[in-house]
């Protein structure tokens, strides 16, 4: 059966259920801001713990990315990812999961050329970019004396 790519989108959007989209976005913000909500709770528990603020803000970014991970290693957080969809994607939690689900996917292909090759393939160009964009901007702002 030959069709043409319009015939094709048609055919794709016509068997494809509708997505929901206004729950979707309920569910990510409820899951996004519970996310938020544990990392306040974190912070409060270490700053409760005689830390000021900016080392309680350093060690509930390492609880937090401890945590993600956990919950990576464990399948939990892709099961409550399913649930919260673009919720868990809060920039902390969701790049400690981007770092370890590549590394658990390819464990079997060993320490080096698996897990350890394969581990930034989601989260290197978010590092390589991101730093780029940095540098961009840092230049802009020296170069208009904003800095």
């Not at 544990?38 to 060690?59: F, I, R, T």
């Not at 945590?67 to 892709?78: D, E, F």
């Amino acid at each position: 059966m030959e069709m043409t790519p319009k015939e094709y989108q048609e055919y794709v959007k016509k068997m494809s259920p509708d997505s929901p989209l206004w729950k979707d976005m309920a569910m990510a913000f409820l899951i996004g801001g519970l996310i938020c909500v544990v990392g306040q709770l974190v912070q409060n528990g270490w700053a409760g713990l005689g830390l000021n603020k900016e080392d309680a803000g350093s060690a509930t970014a390492c609880t937090m990315v401890f945590l993600s991970a956990l919950l990576t290693g464990l399948n939990l957080y892709n099961k409550l990812a399913r649930f919260g969809g673009a919720g868990t994607l809060v920039p902390i939690t969701g790049f400690a999961n981007a770092v370890v689900s590549p590394a658990i996917d390819f464990k079997s292909e060993g320490f080096v050329t698996g897990m350890a090759a394969k581990m930034f393939v989601i989260a290197g160009p978010v590092i390589v970019f991101g730093t780029l964009a940095s540098v961009i901007y840092g230049v802009i702002l020296m170069l208009f004396g904003l800095a």
